[in-house]
């Protein structure tokens, strides 16, 4: 039996298997069972066989794994500026050969050298915030990416390309729909929001085609008008390749948690689609409503903590008072069906729900309900029950957002000292009143 070799090195190796012996090029990771060998090929597929069923492995060298330093380009300065804004995720990242694991590492150059077609689409400006896993985004990050879109508008971009870890990519564009169009206004130019849900190094990686229509959309796309478009998300549209779709920041959500077309919209239509072909890019969009003044962004408060919480079985009032108690600002919990909570014993067996509507009824916090079911309303006058909650001081009724858009509203309206009546209002696109009663 051969020896099992060093994780990170790159060999060819000879397996033996019913159909004959099969050779296979690439990198050894960890393996992926006990006495397994496994390897990255070329492709950016892994394989995996057990070490007996290896005739013979040959060490060809170590793993390539390092930043290649990158070159200044030449641009073409007639073309449309763009800034890419860098925070991270997936579109900017490799595999780490010593763990198998995916790790953000590249620099906003490097996606330049690895897409050279976007230079012949805008002339680029990059800019790094971090190195992020957009899991690990918090408000001061949205402000970060507030002020980097300001100073790039400033500096006389069109627009900007925010690549962003696809977990929570949802939830920073909604935040900066509301920091630049939630008082009325607009950007001064296209805010896209990209990453990919495959990196780079794979063969299935949506990567290039996502970038390259955000960096499109972001130099070409129609003007900006603060309803529905202040911030877009630019993703695949399907499985397949060749058309990304553009959404309003404040009505897409992640769906799937690998597919590449994992964004979909939430009560509402996309902006448009991009087409990418072998020799062009092109996009077609919708009716555009009439733009808004141009304003300066708010930004959020950091200071400000919303609690959340799903409605269930399982939810009781202690966690609620939690969190009065550690001082948070608000509580949004995830309703069911038209935005219920549990707060009514009819048949006198569970006094929970009637501890939960009276510590809501004396909340000194405001208590808001959102939509666990996604799409439709949040509609508290169908049933008796939704109106108790209102009674009660329960406030969310109307809302047709989806719960991270709600969550980002919350926050940015508590930042800016408004009454959070405003949730259910339509500021750039978030709520829809043809789907309200």
């Known amino acids: 039996m051969v020896e099992m070799p060093t994780i990170g090195k790159r060999?060819?190796?000879?397996?033996?298997?019913?159909?004959?012996?099969?050779?296979h090029e690439g990198v050894v990771l960890p393996g992926a069972a006990q006495d397994h060998i496994t390897v990255k090929l070329v492709n950016g597929y892994n394989v995996s066989y057990p070490i007996d069923m290896v005739e013979s492995i040959e060490e060809i060298s170590d793993a390539v794994n390092k930043i290649v330093e990158t070159k200044s380009v030449e641009q073409n300065q007639e073309?449309?500026?763009?800034?890419?804004i860098h925070t991270g995720g997936t579109i900017a990242s490799k595999v780490d050969y010593a763990t198998g694991a995916v790790i953000a590492r590249f620099e906003p150059e490097e996606l330049l050298s690895s897409v050279p077609e976007i230079l012949e689409i805008a002339n680029i400006d990059a800019v790094k915030l971090g190195n992020m896993w957009s899991d690990d985004i918090r408000p001061q990050h949205w402000n970060k990416m507030i002020e980097a879109c300001q100073s790039a508008f400033n500096s006389g971009s069109v627009g900007v390309v925010i690549t962003h870890g696809t977990d929570t990519l949802h939830i920073s564009a909604a935040a900066l729909s509301f920091a630049f169009a939630g008082e009325g206004g607009r950007p001064?130019?296209?805010?896209?929001?990209?990453?990919?849900?495959?990196?780079s190094d794979r063969a299935s990686s949506d990567a290039t085609e996502n970038l390259l229509s955000a960096v499109y959309w972001a130099a070409?796309?129609?003007?900006?008008?603060?309803?529905?478009?202040?911030?877009?998300?630019?993703m695949h549209a399907g499985s397949g390749?060749?058309?990304?779709?553009?959404?309003?920041?404040?009505?897409?959500?992640?769906?799937?948690?690998?597919?590449?077309n994992a964004f979909q919209m939430v009560n509402g239509e996309r902006i448009g689609e991009i087409k990418i072909s072998r020799n062009e890019l092109s996009h077609s969009a919708s009716p555009r409503p009439q733009s808004r003044g141009i304003t300066e962004p708010t930004v959020y408060d950091t200071n400000i903590r919303i609690a959340q919480f799903m409605a269930g079985p399982h939810l009781h009032s202690d966690l609620l008072e939690a969190a009065v108690n550690?001082?948070?600002?608000?509580?949004?919990?995830?309703?069911?069906?038209?935005?219920?909570?549990?707060?009514?014993?009819?048949?006198g067996d569970a006094p929970e729900n009637v501890k939960l509507a009276r510590f809501i009824e004396s909340a000194t916090i405001p208590i808001i309900v959102g939509n666990q079911c996604i799409n439709g309303p949040v509609d508290l006058n169908v049933y008796s029950k939704g109106r108790h909650q209102q009674e009660i001081g329960v406030l969310g009724h109307g809302s047709t957002s989806s719960p991270e858009a709600l969550l980002a509203k919350i926050h940015w309206a508590l930042s800016n000292?408004?009454?959070?009546?405003?949730?259910?209002?339509?500021?750039?696109?978030?709520?829809?009143?043809?789907?309200?009663?």
């Open 79 to 84: 073309l449309p500026k763009v800034t890419i």
């Open 188 to 199: 001064a130019g296209r805010i896209v929001f990209t990453g990919s849900q495959r990196s």
């Open 241 to 260: 390749d060749g058309v990304c779709a553009v959404s309003p920041g404040v009505s897409v959500r992640k769906m799937h948690s690998t597919r590449r």
């Open 220 to 234: 070409n796309g129609p003007e900006v008008t603060g309803e529905r478009d202040a911030a877009v998300t630019v």
């Open 11 to 23: 060999v060819k190796m000879l397996v033996a298997g019913p159909a004959g012996s099969t050779s």
């Open 417 to 437: 000292n408004k009454d959070l009546s405003i949730l259910t209002e339509n500021l750039c696109g978030e709520n829809k009143s043809s789907l309200k009663s």
């Open 326 to 347: 550690a001082n948070y600002s608000a509580i949004l919990i995830h309703g069911t069906g038209l935005g219920h909570l549990p707060i009514e014993d009819p048949n």
